[in-house]
């Protein structure tokens, strides 16, 4: 039997279907080359480029690449260009689905008026809706003014709906050029910012509005250029030297982050035996609390391979937050940081571990405490800033975690840092020490000091008197034992069984169950 002869094209279509690619190409390509040229000698790439480098080759779908705005007026009438400044879709990273904007420089300077802010809110709700992370590539000039309030209006919505994505999908922020006013806050709403040196700038008012109102003469890097961001306001969470390594770095984090609150992050096969003793660790940290080491060996000899993804590694760097795997299954690590300010906790390690905690509780991704702090910081400035209630904050943040918790004591644990650093008593499920630890109200010299001051100060000879005392203390309440004779710590294990201890207590946490009161929402401390 004969097949039917297929029907003729309809008239045109061939021609309209041409029509469509070249079209398309054009919107790729820009307004004109020099457009991109422009873009390309400031050591930017374009949108799609970025894209291109954030996603698996070849899975990038685009949606209303055609949308155009509808605004009149100071010329905008005459200047309509398709996607309105802002390339919108999803592709695959390392296989799994991931929705992502990017302003498009080339185009209006990629600022936002309704119809771009139109785009970024489909893409959001739909990242929403999927269960998928979203990405923002950041590269505008804030709102477009020609278009007034709508202009406003348009952040707003975006704002909206970084809130309620908020601990239910991974967002991820990437600042890739000037981004000011509304540009900068949906950024400090979402997960993780990522910036880069030399082109990624943050700032609610520039330079010359800061110059006529403060008189203050600042350039725009010296305000809010990317290590500002990433070691001093505390903004940025990774620094990168270029736009290539921190796209990769991007990907990177996906690859340890689930898709949303309903799925447990993802499983890599670890070809790092479990069991993997570590021998050398205990010459890492000394047995002295006063000597330094950098607690990033240890979390190095710990984990698989050695592979850490440090997160605000140049602000609060007395405390570090990372993300690692231990046999396959991702961890967030919460470590003293003796390298730097001895460990102690301020205000800023203990926002910046709340807020890694908060995260890690939110995606069900287990928590690794790792402590050696003499406690928290004294002085004015830290009590006028409000230490009080901005410490709490990580206090609060351990409290409400319900995911997998397991602590270490390295080496000391004073005061009420030890409480806050996710002792067992504030919820912790197995709670382990080094047999070197100490854990007190306070160190052993400065208990002596105040249990013994007047003995001291009376006796012959007030030195060997004040040392003998101190060695009492030390027997009676900080020997390494204490904790575990009184029931305050699970156990004390040898530093080079960390590994398997871990590995194992993480395995059997692995379907904890636990709830929270039913409540709208907690106060946490501000």
């Known amino acids: 039997m004969t097949a039917p002869a297929a029907e003729p094209e309809p008239a045109g279509l061939a021609g309209r279907i041409e029509e469509l690619r070249e079209l398309k190409r054009q919107i790729q390509q820009g307004p004109d080359a020099a457009a991109t040229e422009r873009q390309h000698a400031k050591g930017k790439l374009t949108a799609y480029e970025r894209i291109d480098l954030l996603l698996d080759p070849g899975t990038f779908t685009e949606v209303e690449s055609l949308r155009r705005h509808r605004a009149t007026g100071f010329g905008l009438e005459a200047r309509r260009p398709h996607s309105d400044g802002v390339v919108t879709g999803w592709g695959q990273v390392n296989g799994r689905t991931v929705f992502v904007y990017a302003h498009d420089f080339r185009v209006f300077g990629g600022a936002l008026g309704e119809a771009h802010a139109g785009k970024i809110h489909k893409i959001m709700d739909m990242a929403l809706a999927a269960g998928a992370p979203l990405v923002s590539l950041n590269d505008g000039a804030g709102a477009r003014i020609q278009e007034g309030v709508s202009a406003l209006a348009g952040y ?116 790092d035996p479990p069991d993997r003793r570590l021998d050398g660790v205990r010459d890492l940290v000394p047995l002295d609390g006063n000597r330094s080491y950098d607690v990033r060996e240890v979390i190095a000899e710990i984990v698989d391979d050695g592979e850490l993804l440090e997160v ?178 699970d156990d004390v294990i040898d530093p080079a069984e960390t590994r398997a201890v871990l590995v194992r207590a993480f395995a059997m946490l692995r379907h904890k169950d636990a709830a929270l009161p039913h409540r709208k929402h907690g106060n946490p401390p501000q």
Request: with cysteine; proline share 5%; net charge negative.
């Open 156 to 271: 707003g919505g975006i704002f909206q709906r970084n809130t309620r994505a908020s601990g239910v999908i991974p967002q991820i922020s990437v600042m890739l050029g000037p981004c000011a006013g509304g540009a900068a806050y949906s950024p400090a709403l979402t997960d993780f910012v990522f910036a880069v040196r030399g082109t990624s700038q943050m700032f609610i008012t520039g330079p010359d509005v800061v110059a006529a109102v403060t008189g203050e003469e600042v350039t725009h890097e010296g305000l809010g250029g990317a290590d500002v961001h990433g070691g001093v306001s505390g903004t940025a969470h990774f620094v990168y030297d270029d736009e290539e390594t921190c796209l990769a770095e991007v990907r990177y984090l996906l690859s340890m982050l689930p898709a949303n609150n309903r799925e447990l992050p993802p499983v890599v096969p670890a070809a």
């Open 312 to 489: 605000h590694a140049d602000w609060a760097r007395n405390l570090v937050c990372a993300f690692a795997r231990l046999d396959g299954h991702v961890v967030g690590v919460v470590a003293s940081q003796p390298a730097m300010l001895a460990g102690v906790l301020d205000i800023e390690a203990s926002e910046k571990g709340a807020r890694f905690v908060q995260f890690c509780d939110a995606f069900t991704i287990p928590l690794l405490t790792l402590v050696d702090v003499p406690g928290f910081l004294p002085g004015v400035r830290q009590e006028h800033d409000g230490i009080i209630r901005r410490g709490a904050k990580l206090l609060y943040a351990y409290c409400n975690a319900t995911v997998p918790r397991v602590s270490v004591v390295l080496r000391k644990a004073y005061g009420g840092a030890y409480i806050v650093m996710d002792s067992r008593s504030i919820g912790a499920d197995l709670a382990l020490v080094w047999p070197g630890n100490e854990i007190a109200v306070m160190g052993a010299d400065a208990a002596a000091d105040v249990i013994f001051r007047r003995e001291i100060a009376a006796a012959e000879d007030p030195a060997a008197t004040r040392a003998r005392k101190i060695e009492e203390y030390r027997e009676r309440l900080v020997h390494p034992y204490y904790a575990a004779e009184h029931g305050l710590v």
